[in-house]
């Protein structure tokens, strides 16, 4: 029998607004904003939590008070009403410290705030999407604004025209404007594997398969380095202008890093996928100990890299129905993948890969990431011996 479960994803566009539907976006976030905290005042005061209850104290009032539609002013009580379900569970949790506790009593003396771009949900009333022609139709305070642009990937544009249902957030960030459109698509059922694919994470090379495809982090690398070179230079100055170019460096380093790693992700599974094997990658928790870098900022910055590859590979792995297993890492790089013996001068520099037992050579990244693989069959074959 095959069980067909959906996946509830999250599918993000960037919104191209001009700077009139910008302005229109930005005090429409500010008036909800303003109703949620209204609204949150007269829950905290009355001791009235509940959605529809708030309601019945709320709505008219808001609509009145800060221009809202209809839809929008139950968007806002049904954010609040949420707000406080969340605070209660984690004030029964513990997560604000025991009864009488000073954080928790701070928490509890006030009534939850919203900021004034916090996001807001948008259902189908409010928001429609014209995929053909790439653009939204969405409520303000100002009117409904007619083509509002957006982008997004090829594959989240195909899965937001096939798969979008229900409602979408409108959230501000980093001066951008974004929609996050909820997408229900089909679980795929896991295909049992032929064999695995290991993957060997690095420096030098961000990801390198055991059939011997290395990709390289070069082109990553060097932008680190200018980058952390002009850090070093603009920290010396301490003025707001170079703390702005800082900022924007930063980000610009991240989004390359999302782009490399989505494009090597992309690769691997469709290289697993093409030859009906799983993917085996390292269980990331010693990786800290594996990557020896003299500064911590930099293992940092690395094991976060690692950790974003790992869930690209993950996400796009389930999407297409294929196996994926974590393994231990543990002396993957000593260990030889023809006879299995292990010892350090297996390893006479940081790219050969030479047997002092069996003679096997091969690139020592390619080395690990068989021995990865056949991890993966291993752990596979346990995990699924049933
Ligand atoms: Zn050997």
Known sequence: MIVCSIVKLVVQVKLLPTPEQAAALEATLHAVNTAADLVSAVAFDQRCFRNYDLREHTYDRIKAECGLAAQAAQHVIKK??????????????????????????????????????????????????????????????????????????????????????????????????????????????????????????????????????????????????????????LQAKRTKSARRLLKKRRRREARFAADTNHTIAKQIVTEAERTGQG????????????????????????????????????????????????????YTSQQCSACGHTERANRPDQETFLCTSCGFAEHADVNAARNIAARGVAGWAVSHAA
């Open 80 to 233: 609040v009403a949420d707000a406080y379900r969340t605070f209660h569970a984690n004030l029964r949790a513990g997560n604000l410290g025991a009864p009488g506790a000073k954080r928790r009593t701070r928490a509890e003396s006030r009534p939850i705030t919203f900021r004034p771009d916090a996001a807001q949900p948008y259902d189908d009333r409010c928001l429609s999407w014209q995929m053909q022609a790439r653009t939204v139709s969405i409520w303000t305070t100002c009117g409904r604004l007619k083509n509002v642009a957006f982008t997004g990937s090829p594959e989240q544009l195909k899965t937001l025209a096939a798969r979008r249902k229900g409602e979408s957030d409108l959230v501000a960030r980093d001066g951008g404007w974004y929609l996050y459109a909820t997408c229900e698509v089909p679980d795929v059922p896991v295909t049992e594997p032929e064999g695995f694919l290991g993957v060997d994470l690095g420096i030098a090379n961000i990801a390198t398969t055991g059939d011997g495809t290395r990709h390289s982090g070069k082109g990553l690398n060097a932008v680190r380095h200018r980058n952390r070179e002009l850090r070093r230079r």
């Open 279 to 330: 993917i085996a990658l390292e269980d990331l928790q010693g990786i800290r100990d594996r990557v020896r870098l003299r500064k911590p900022q930099r293992v940092t910055l690395h094991s976060w890299s690692f950790h974003q590859l790992g869930s690209f590979i993950a996400y796009k792995a389930r999407r297409a129905g294929i196996a994926l297993i974590h393994v231990d890492p543990a």
